[in-house]
């Protein structure tokens, strides 16, 4: 099936330790996409790729780094500059385009030891 | 389960009631608009979306409205189940260069058996 594969679905970072987060997706889609998400707030986005070996910053890109070698893959990695990490991250995929629906993986819960 | 959000906005219905769950948005600008379904310890899963062209779009058992006047978006589900049990978030592109989404806080719905 096709779809969009995060991992892992927990995450637990050492302070002074930098994560990656996977998200790889099987829907040939041009665009990808980094959100946060915390309790009570609405998914708020970190970074974006429009298509290979591109990306641009979102609205909390600090702390934050990606890349974009593969269309398929998209991974996030969070770094201990980002002092408040613990959140769920969401990735989501799309055509490229205008106006074209976004489809989201289950996310990855990363927390502080 | 994931908790997406500890203090959103409840609204409670009776199994078989219909439901409507409304969403005020930002940008008069906007012009394509997504409701999303969140379960707890999932991504969000598209529902529906309407484009600003439009103003009432229909789908399995659910309907988007949309009032550009007072930029004002609902999704009305019919005959609720209590799998429709969940967070839902309304989402507006509000880049026409892209294909950035703007979502809502969310709307929590519970439905009573």
């Known amino acids: 099936d096709g779809g969009i594969t995060q991992s892992p679905k927990y995450l637990f970072r050492k302070e002074g330790q930098n994560v990656t987060l996977s998200c790889e997706q099987n829907?040939?889609?041009?665009?990808m996409y980094w959100y946060r998400q915390d309790p009570g707030q609405g998914l708020r986005l970190i970074y974006y790729?429009?298509?290979?070996?591109?990306?641009q910053k979102g609205d909390i890109a600090e702390g934050y780094s990606v890349s974009r070698e593969k269309k398929e893959s998209f991974p996030l990695t969070v770094t201990s500059a980002q002092k408040n990490p613990t959140a769920f991250y969401l990735c989501?995929?799309?055509?490229?385009?205008?106006?074209?629906?976004?489809?989201f993986g289950d996310g990855t819960r990363l927390s502080i030891l | 389960g994931e908790s997406v959000g500890l203090h959103l906005p409840t609204l409670s219905v009776q199994e078989g009631d219909n439901s409507i769950i409304n969403c005020a948005y930002s940008?008069?600008?906007?012009?394509?608009f997504i409701w999303y379904k969140q379960e707890s310890g999932k991504g969000p899963q598209f529902i529906i979306d309407?484009?600003?062209?439009?103003d009432k779009r229909q789908g399995q058992r659910v309907t988007v409205l949309l009032n550009k006047t007072v930029k004002h978006l609902s999704l009305q589900i019919a005959a609720t189940q209590p799998g429709d049990s969940a967070v839902y978030f309304c989402?507006?592109?509000?880049?026409?260069?892209?294909?950035?989404?703007?979502f809502g806080g969310g709307t929590r719905l519970m439905v009573k058996p």
């Open positions: 790729s429009q298509i290979v070996n591109d990306f």
């Open positions: 989501a995929s799309s055509l490229g385009g205008f106006n074209q629906p976004q489809h």
């Open positions: 829907l040939n889609h041009d665009a």
């Open positions: 989402a507006e592109n509000y880049n026409n260069a892209g294909n950035m989404l703007t």
């Open positions: 940008n008069s600008a906007s012009d394509y």
């Open positions: 309407i484009r600003s062209n439009m």
